[in-house]
Structure formats: structure tokens, C-alpha cells
């Protein structure tokens, strides 16, 4: 596609439930990123996946917290067993190589509830 | 740890006047990005910085990168009101042997009529 496409664009899940959000690359893009963004905050870096490389999951906040790209393309972000403090919205980027320009997807927001 | 340092976090200035925004960064990086960020929006890519000395205009901003002091700025000249947004700069490095894109904390802009 032309840009980066997130989805859902809004998500509203009850405590306790499992989320996953996904994350459509620009086609060839073999760098891509997860953020988080809470309200009125900056970005806070999730995770990196770079080709085949072991992604880097430095950034994930707790164990809860898992993603996975499949076929070097498209990523899942999985949130197991939601918590109210996990409402923020959720930005991937991609990029054509390591330190390239990188371009944002819409985001996904999601609120615990 | 890689750390990125926007300063003034919030910045309200009346439209025809110039400021600038400051971005400090911790460690060794030869590419810096500005973003640009509306309420609600994702992130809008405005300037690659790749080098020391690299200056970039578009309209009435301004980037400049200085590696050595590890230091860029974003200068707005002669603002008007639909530069309001938040901007934020970002940084890739490397922190433990890991690449990493790692963005300062962001500055909201306000330009008042």
C-alpha cells in the first residue's frame, strides 16, 4: 500500500481481555517499530524488527506484552490480559532499511476499560 | 541509555514572531528527525538531518543538526497560527548493540492570533 496501515483504528476492550493490533508495512519496508503513546506524552519505544533479525524487545513494559511479524511484512502487537494503565495509542512505523526515513501509520487507540 | 531532551516542552508565542525548539541527544548519532504531530493525528515526517552542519528549510521552519555538540534545532520564523502541533525530534543510535529510534519528549507549540 501506499503508507503504513494500522488496524483497528479504535479499540475498546474490557480489563482482563486480550488485544492484538495490527500493523501493515509499506510493501518492501524491512525496519519496523512499535510505539506507545500515552495522553499528552511522548513515545515510548516498544519494539524493533529489522528483516530476519531477533527483533529488539527491549522496550515491551511487561511479559504481557508480545509481537510477531510474520513473512518480514505485516506485525501483530498482542496485550494479554489488558490493564487500565495499557490505554494509550499504539503508532508502527516502517522503514525501507535500518536508519532510514521512517514513515508512521494512524495508530491504534485503545481504551481499557 | 540513549537519551533525547527537547526543550522548551511548551512554547505559546504570538504569530510574526521567530523562536526556536532545542534538541539535545546523549550519545553518538549522525541522523536526526523532526516530526510533526496534530491533535489526534500520527506523526508527520519534516526533516532528515544526515550529517554535521546539515541545515533543511521548508516554509517557514528551519532545521539544523550540529553532531559535535549533539545538538539540532528547529527554528520557526515569522510563526502563523497552523504551525500550532506538537514536534517532536528523534535520534537513532545504538544502545546495547541494538538500534534504536529514540524520540526527545516532544514540544507543543501554541501561536495565538
Known amino acids: 500500500g501506499a503508507g503504513v496501515s494500522q488496524s483497528p483504528s479504535n479499540k475498546v476492550t474490557e480489563k482482563g481481555k486480550d488485544v492484538e493490533l495490527r500493523c501493515d508495512p509499506i510493501?518492501?519496508?524491512?525496519?519496523l517499530y512499535w510505539y506507545r503513546q500515552s495522553l499528552g506524552q511522548g513515545l515510548e519505544f516498544l519494539i524493533y524488527?529489522?528483516?530476519?533479525?531477533?527483533?529488539?524487545k527491549s522496550g515491551l513494559p511487561s511479559d504481557r506484552f508480545s509481537a510477531e511479524r510474520t513473512g518480514g511484512s505485516v506485525s501483530t502487537l498482542t496485550i494479554q490480559r489488558t490493564q487500565q494503565e495499557d490505554s494509550a495509542v499504539y503508532l508502527c512505523?516502517?522503514?525501507?532499511?535500518?536508519?532510514?526515513?521512517?514513515?508512521f501509520g494512524s495508530g491504534t487507540r485503545l481504551t481499557v476499560v | 541509555e540513549l537519551k533525547v531532551e527537547q526543550n522548551p516542552l511548551f512554547l505559546s508565542m504570538q504569530e510574526g514572531k521567530n523562536y526556536t525548539i532545542y534538541c539535545n541527544y546523549s550519545?553518538?548519532?549522525?541522523?536526526l528527525y523532526w516530526y510533526r504531530q496534530d491533535p489526534g493525528k500520527s506523526l508527520e515526517s519534516l526533516f532528515v538531518?544526515?550529517?554535521?552542519?546539515a541545515v533543511k528549510q521548508e516554509g517557514r521552519l528551519m532545521a539544523s543538526l550540529d553532531t559535535k555538540a549533539r545538538l539540532s534545532t528547529l527554528h520557526i520564523t515569522a510563526a502563523v497560527h497552523d504551525l500550532s502541533a506538537t514536534y517532536f525530534c528523534?535520534?537513532?543510535?545504538?544502545?546495547?548493540?541494538?538500534?534504536?529510534?529514540?524520540f526527545g519528549q516532544g514540544t507543543r507549540l501554541t501561536i495565538n492570533p
Open positions: 512505523a516502517s522503514s525501507l532499511f535500518a536508519r532510514g526515513g521512517y514513515t
Open positions: 510493501s518492501g519496508h524491512t525496519a
Open positions: 524488527f529489522q528483516g530476519n533479525s531477533a527483533p529488539d
Open positions: 550519545t553518538t548519532s549522525d541522523r
Open positions: 538531518l544526515l550529517s554535521n552542519g
Open positions: 528523534a535520534v537513532d543510535g545504538r544502545e546495547r548493540g541494538a538500534q534504536k529510534l529514540v
